[in-house]
């Protein structure tokens, strides 16, 4: 069975991009994987946006993406139910298969639903690997354990559709493996005010991000460090392309401190001297909310 591919992606909207995966740039898969994850993001109905993982010092506007049109939705992935919908008959749930652990589903289908489910935000229980569709998260949840042990946190998909998502109020949606819609609340990125295993990350790549949400850190790496995907720095860092970071390998981003452009004297130089607090909506931009007015990355500037 041809697996199908993924793609590692820089992001190519403005002048000061991150990384992440399936978006416009340069391609390239993360090593030591089979493409890697990939993962995308949507804002709830409240403000919504719709794009994929690439993230960049953001302006303004609002756009969406092929990336999140998924999860049932998506020609790329065969699907016998509809996860934004939950269509499936009594006993059952609709959720992401895949044939490997990798993250990235091959089907979407009807799974067995546990008698005895757990709700969002409960410890729960992965039956083989994590994308074998089987966990005892109740229907329109799954059990996201991105360390392997077989235990995670059951985590809400979103509802309403691609392009009218929708979670409750002070969340927002964000579409992991290649379509997956999962409701995370949102969060300040300068506070780091997430759950322990948590950072605060980029909703959306730089023209389609309204904001931050309190995602899953995957193989955080530190200051410096290589990183593939929206969330795999430490808390606190972002992943951004090699040329705004000094020695950054030119195959993979490398992570750096968010900061605060407001503060004084400049924190940046006191991690490279190469590197400013450089605001994280450019170009004069205005945040969509205007909590995120202080919000910027110690990059070399533009």
Do not use: H
């Amino acid at each position: 069975m041809l697996r199908r591919a993924r793609r590692l992606v820089f992001a190519c909207s403005i002048d000061l991009a991150l990384v992440g995966a399936a978006a416009c740039g340069t391609t390239g898969d993360a090593p030591g994987t089979e493409g890697g994850a990939t993962t995308g993001a949507a804002s709830t109905g409240s403000g919504t946006s719709d794009a994929s993982t690439t993230t960049g010092l953001a302006d303004s506007s609002s756009g969406a993406n092929d990336e999140s049109s998924s999860g049932g939705d998506d020609s790329s992935v065969d699907a016998e139910c509809s996860i934004w919908d939950q269509d499936c008959p009594m006993g059952e749930k609709c959720a992401p298969w895949s044939l490997e652990p990798d993250l990235v589903p091959d089907e979407i289908r009807c799974c067995p639903e546990d008698a005895n489910a757990a709700q969002p935000g409960d410890e729960c229980v992965i039956d083989g690997y994590f994308g074998s569709c089987i966990d005892d998260c109740v229907k329109g949840s799954m059990c996201l354990d991105f360390d392997g042990d077989g235990m995670g946190t059951c985590q809400k998909y979103c509802t309403g559709s691609a392009n009218d998502p929708a979670c409750q109020l002070g969340q927002g949606c964000f579409i992991y493996f290649s379509g997956v819609p999962f409701c995370f609340d949102t969060c300040d990125p300068l506070v780091q005010d997430c759950p322990e295993g948590n950072g605060c990350y980029p909703d959306a790549e730089a023209d389609g991000g309204t904001g931050f949400l309190c995602l899953p850190s995957i193989g955080p790496s530190a200051v410096g460090g290589p990183c593939w995907l929206l969330s795999g720095c430490q808390p606190g860092l972002i992943c951004v392309t090699p040329d705004f970071v000094p020695s950054c390998n030119q195959n993979f981003g490398c992570c750096t401190p968010l900061c605060d452009i407001t503060e004084t004297p400049d924190p940046c130089p006191a991690v490279d001297t190469a590197l400013e607090c450089v605001s994280w909506y450019i170009g004069g931009q205005m945040p969509p909310d205007v909590s995120y007015a202080n919000v910027g990355a110690c990059v070399i500037p533009p």
